[in-house]
């Protein structure tokens, strides 16, 4: 059976048009029982609805406390009968009591190589700092932001004098890989916490060509 999810989001969702299609396309076992955005007028939410995806704008400034807004994002996912919270660029950290409705089953991506460049700017940050290696990170949640367990990781070379925008973009297209493959391992559960490390239960296929000019890992498999 496919595993049902939620998917959040509060902009663009390139990320969630990343799971869309590789659900179209048959590679991912998953299917989105709800997409619900914080911010009403997120074009995410019609990406969703062109797919005939259910969309649910929940604006976070009508509840009186981030306890309120969660407890109606609980409810909206439980009424959709999604099992998992798949978070495509949601810009809000999430209450210990959301958390504990989906123990082990919400997932991040996050544009920079965590620990380092947590926040909304990623990408921006790293490339201020000067890296020389950039990339994106899948991750558990927790009640930290940018912060749980590390399901995948992508690294990419950040070339002196590059703009912002370009070294986002080239992060942005590992991430659209890295996200759909994280939510496969998710539902066929091959993926098992124990504390900070995630370990994943090996697939019996042959390895697949990786992405050119980046190091992801553990490796993509067939399909992503
Ligand atoms: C993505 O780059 C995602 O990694 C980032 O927001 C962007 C959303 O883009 N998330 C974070 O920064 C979380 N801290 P999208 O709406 O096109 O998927």
Redesign the pocket.
């Known amino acids: 059976m496919a595993l049902p999810i939620a998917v959040l ?9 990343s799971l869309i299609d590789r659900m179209e396309s048959g590679t991912l076992d998953a299917e989105i029982k709800i997409v619900i955005s914080n911010k009403p007028d997120a074009h ?1 939410l019609t990406r969703a609805r062109n797919h005939g995806i259910p969309a649910l704008a929940l604006d976070h400034t009508d509840y009186p406390s981030r306890e309120a807004f969660d407890r109606a994002m609980v409810r909206a996912i439980q009424e959709s009968g999604a099992q998992s919270v798949v ?5 809000r950290i999430l209450t210990s009591e959301f958390l504990n409705a989906f123990p082990g089953n919400v997932l ?4 920079a190589l965590l620990p380092s460049f ?6 921006r940050d790293a490339a201020e700092y000067g890296v020389r290696i950039a990339g ?1 990170t899948v991750h558990f949640v927790d009640e930290k ?2 912060h749980g367990p590390v399901i995948i990781q992508a690294a990419v070379p950040a070339v002196p004098g590059e703009e912002t925008d370009a070294l ?1 973009a080239r ?2 297209k590992l ?1 659209h890989r890295i996200y759909p493959q994280a939510v496969q391992w998710l539902a066929q559960d091959r993926l098992r916490m124990d504390g900070r490390h995630v370990q994943l239960r090996p697939a019996h296929s042959a390895p697949v060509p990786q992405p050119e000019n980046a190091l992801v890992s553990p490796p993509l498999e067939q399909g992503f």
Not at 9 to 17: A, D, E, I, R, T
Not at 87 to 91: D, Q, S
């Open positions: 989001v509060s902009g663009g969702g390139s990320n969630l048009q995410g978070l495509a660029g949601f810009m991040n991506i996050h544009p947590p926040g909304a700017h990623g990408q994106c932001m940018d986002a992060i942005l991430e």
